[in-house]
Every structure is written in C-alpha cells, then in structure tokens.
C-alpha cells in the first residue's frame, strides 16, 4: 500500500541503542506503507519523537523535542506530534493532560500499529495508545539508521535485574529473549547488506538465553553468528557482571572476530551502596571479576559506568570508589549523578544528596579516570592495531577510525590524517603513532 498524498515523516530517535533500534523498526513499518521518511522538518507532514524516560536528564530532553515539535505544529510546520518510547510508556496519561497538542501518545506495546497511528494522528484522531510493554515484538525488520558498515542487534527485551535506582522493568517488563535462529537471521540479513560490525544489544546481554528452553547462551549465540561469511566484527554492550560466565570469556579469548572488549556497568564499588542499589556482588568481588577478565582475555578493552551521589553516599563511601577505580584501571568508565526515578524503591530512601555534592563527586570521578584513560592510551603508542574508517571529519581534517577497543559513537577514536585518503567501512592495519588528546593518532601501515 503506498500513501496517495506523499506523506512525509519527521522521526526524533533519543536515548540508547536499544530504543533506536524501535525507532529503525518503526520507520520500517512508515516507509513499507508508503511514508517518506525525512530529515528536514520544513517538509514534514508529521513529527515522531521516540523518547527516553530513564533518567532526569534524559526526560528534559525528550520534553524539550516534544515542545519544538508542538510549536512547529502550532507554526503550521507540520500537523501532527506522535511520542512513542520509554517516557510515554511511562508517563503517557500525564503527557496528553499536560500537553494536549501532541495528537498521539504511543506506549511501546504498540509500535507495532504505528501505521494505523499516524494515520488516524494526520486525520485529526488524537488518543493514547497503551499496552503492555510486553506486546513490544521482539522481531521484525528495521530501517538501518547507523552507517552502512555497523548497525546494533538487540537480542533480549526487558530486565529481570530490579536495581532500587533503575525504572526499566516496570517500563520495559520481563526479561525475554529472541530465538537464536531470529537472532542469526537478521545477523545474515545484515552482513548482507554491508554491515561488518555487529554490536549486540539488550538491557542485560550476559542473561541471554536464561528464559528459552533450548540450551543456547550469549557464547553459543557468539560461535553460531562469528560464522557469518563478511563479518569483521561482533561487539558485546551491556554485560551484567554477575551474569559473566567462564564459558563467555573463553569464547572472547579463542574466536577473532569477537571484539576484546566488554561494557560491563557496575554502578558502584563500595558494599553498602551496592546493597541499597539492588545489586548483587561486592567491590572486592568486582575486582576480582576485572582480574580475571583480564587475564582471561589478554588485550581487552573495559568500559564501565558509575553511580555517584546515591542516597545515603558518604564520603568514605565515595572514596571506597575513588580507590576502586584506581585499582582496577579500567580503559573507559563514565559516571552518573544519581537521579531520583519516580516510582522506584531509591526515590523513597532517606538522606537524598545535595545536587552541588553529587556534581562535586562527578568532577573528582571524571578527573581520576581522565588520567587512568589517558594513560593507558598513551601506552598503545608504537602498536600496530586493525581499525574500520567510520567517517571524514572536516573540522579535524582526518579520517576518524575505531579499532575493537572503540565502540561507535560513544567510545574514543583512532585519528588518521587526511593524506592516506581512506574509504568509510573498509579495515586497515595501522601502527598508532601518538595521542590526540584521549584519542589516538594513526599511519596506515599498508
């Protein structure tokens, strides 16, 4: 079925890579009914903001969107405001009291109908469309927005994991994982047209396969899709540490084409703090979990992130991380400032913690990994390493490349100049020759 008038779609994606997979599976569904999709908002029919409600910040960001797509409908600009993801989910029947303009809130168990949504939305129809998170299809065919040469896979929804600080199981539901067939069908689809990296995705990627019948794990899962022909690259997201099995970290250290490198998000490192998060293990534990992958996988790359100014956080508290982060010396970690979520059991706890306090505590954090980062960069000067070139940067006059220690878009970069004139998407080997400033400065060595 095409769209007689041409109808023009405006999509906002925010958030995680999660949600822009949603966001790639709705614009599917738009364009195979005959929707344009379009950058350029002036000839927009309508506007789609896919939100993210996980923390504060997060949730003035998608109101800000919201609001700059309800005054270009009021403009004339466009003729309708659709808002879907995890903050209309969450807060649907507030938004449409609160902002009447928008003419369709969309909770994700309905991405699915977004077709019949913006139709009726376009005709003047406003409503809230809410179901459970849990109808959200794990499957389905997408509309790549990343470069041609990566694009991520999700291969679980929902989280079982209950943090105190953390609202996604209520927003997103259960845990479930995708069939490993599924998985592996869509890993062929995209090699096939010209994907060479794969960044595998879910809340929790380390619980994969704990809900099927069939005895399938992230390792397994790893072995059957590194088989793909044309494939450079699989990258892990989002590991759980308690979930890291011996099994996972041999498959890491035997097979090539999984990056040695792993997001591993341990929220905090003194014991107490971990108690009252709702996570299970300790700092000493975490320690020796970093130990082990490292020595398990020699060469891996670790990213991390952190929670700071967590209700009741004191000083020695806080110090307890500070000389965590010191010890494990972690590649990347970022951090957090503790944001009370509505609804979950930390906004109920006492001795909340002055935003100036948590703000001091992230600059002191960011200082001390600045200087772990860059020193462990600077220790990488005369290696020769692989990288994919993901794009020129005129500012910097330089092809920006990434090798597997560097995630796309979120990660540090590998810096080659512009007189060895590289092609986007292709591997080349490189010998790195320098820093720039936490990013690193590269030759082509062929």
Known sequence: MSSVKNEK??????????????????????ENAGYGITSDLEEADAAIINTCGFIESAKTEALDNIFDMVNAKIEGVIKAVIVTGCLSERHGEEMMEIIPEVDAVVG?????????????ALHGTDNEYRRSPLDLPLEGDRLISTPQHYAFLKIAEGCDNHCTFCAIPGIRGK??????????????????????????????????GKDLDEKVSLASLLRDMSAIEGLWKIRILYAYPEHITDELLSEMASNSRVCKYLDIPLQH???????????????????????????????????????????????????????FLRDAQIDRAGCFTYSAEEGTAAEKMKDQLPEELKKERA??????????????????????TDVICDFFDEDRASFICRSESDAPEDDLMVVVPLKYDLIPGEIYKVRITGTDGLDLAAEPID
């Open 363 to 384: 600059e002191i954090f960011y200082d001390i990994q600045q200087e772990i980062t860059q020193r462990l960069q600077e220790n990488k000067v005369g290696s020769v």
């Open 175 to 208: 845990y479930r994982s995708r069939k490993p067939e599924s998985i592996l069908e869509e890993a062929h689809k995209l090699v096939s047209y010209g994907v060479r990296e794969i960044i595998l995705v879910a809340q929790d990627t380390t619980s994969y």
């Open 9 to 30: 779609i405006y999509f906002i994606s925010l958030g995680c890579d999660k949600n822009r997979v949603d966001a790639e599976k709705m614009c599917f569904l738009l």
């Open 108 to 120: 994700i168990g309905q991405n699915s109908e977004i077709v019949d949504i913006v139709g009726k």
């Open 269 to 323: 490192a003194d014991d107490l703090v971990l108690r009252r998060m709702g996570r299970f293990g300790s700092g000493k534990e975490n320690l020796e979990l970093i130990k082990k992958i490292k020595k398990t996988v020699p060469g891996i790359t670790l990213r991390s992130t952190f929670i700071v100014g967590f209700p009741g956080e004191t000083d020695e508290q806080f110090d307890s991380l500070i000389s």
